[in-house]
Each structure stands twice: as C-alpha cells, then as structure tokens.
C-alpha cells in the first residue's frame, strides 16, 4: 500500500475506525463478495484523511534501518524532513502530531520546544512567529504496551481538540 501505516500489524488504521466509525475494521479492505482481506483500503483511508484536513508525512527522507525490524530504537535518520518548509506550504495547518519516539525527537530537534508528554501536546514555534501544537501520541505498533482501545482514548482526545467534538465519535 503505498500509503501511510500500510502494515497490517500496526493498529493506527483500527484506532482511527474506533474514534470515528465506533468500527476498528472501518479501514481494512474487502473483497467483492464483502469479505475482509488482511490489508487496509488505501482509498479510503487516503480519501478520509483528504476529507477530515489530515495529513501525513514522515519526519524523516532517508533513514538506515540498524536491524531487520521495523523498531525506531535501530533507526538512523540519515536526512530529516525541512519540516519548516513543508509548514511554510500548510498555513492552515493548526497541530503537529508525532507517533513514535524517534519522530518526537526529530520535532524537539528541529523546532527548540518542549517534548509532550504521551497523549499531551505543548506549544512550539516553527518560524516567522508562527506557533503550532505539538502533540505526542502513543505508538501505534503493537509493539508498544498498551491496549488498542486505550491508545484510541489518547488519539479521540487530541482529535477532539484539534477536529472538534462533530468529527469524532
């Protein structure tokens, strides 16, 4: 899938179904006879992103894996994104939010600011006076030791906040 959160073990496309359709299979693809596949629907997740203002980028264009896994823990971040001139192209973009510890320390680093705690958000300057916030987010590998219902409790309160009450479940 070339799309975000494609792995089918990671739980960000269920957690996003939980919060807004109460249906942690909203996102995963279906056959023609309405069977479900293991894999999510990159339309609809691409296209429901598109419609509710989301958008998604990686904080990193070139990273060197350490290990065979998918941990950040054996990641290098070769080059970062010039997240500043990707914001300077979003106006209206309102919030930055990071899913995993690398990501945040890639915001920390770039911006000067605060690092949030897990499921908080701070204030952070990204240039020419311009403030975003910048809120941390459980992982959601499920690597990462929490339960999908209580990683989408985290994810519906920031949604809430950023998208207003009328978006999310």
Do not use: H
């Not at 264009?61 to 990707?86: G, H, P, W, Y």
């Not at 770039?110 to 952070?124: H, I, L, S």
Request: with cysteine; proline share 4%.
């Amino acid at each position: 899938m070339e799309f975000f959160y494609p792995n089918w073990i990671n739980d960000m496309w269920r957690i996003w179904g939980l919060i807004f359709f109460d249906d942690k299979e909203y996102f995963v693809a279906e056959e023609a006879d309405g069977r479900k596949v293991r894999r999510f629907d990159r339309d609809r997740c691409a296209g429901f992103a598109a419609e509710r203002g989301i958008a998604i980028y990686d904080t990193a264009c070139q990273v060197r894996r350490l290990k065979d896994n998918a941990s950040d823990k054996f990641l290098e971040i070769v080059e970062a994104t010039d997240l500043a001139a990707l914001l300077e192209k979003i106006p209206e973009c309102r919030a930055i939010v990071t899913t995993g510890q690398k990501a945040t320390d890639v915001i920390v680093g770039m911006f000067g600011c605060d690092e949030p705690a897990v499921g908080e958000c701070t204030v952070c300057s990204i240039g020419s006076g311009r403030t975003v916030r910048f809120w941390r987010m459980p992982s959601s590998s499920r690597a990462y030791p929490l339960p999908l219902e209580k990683k989408a409790e985290f994810y519906r309160k920031m949604f809430k906040y950023e998208l207003g009450a009328v978006a999310v479940n």
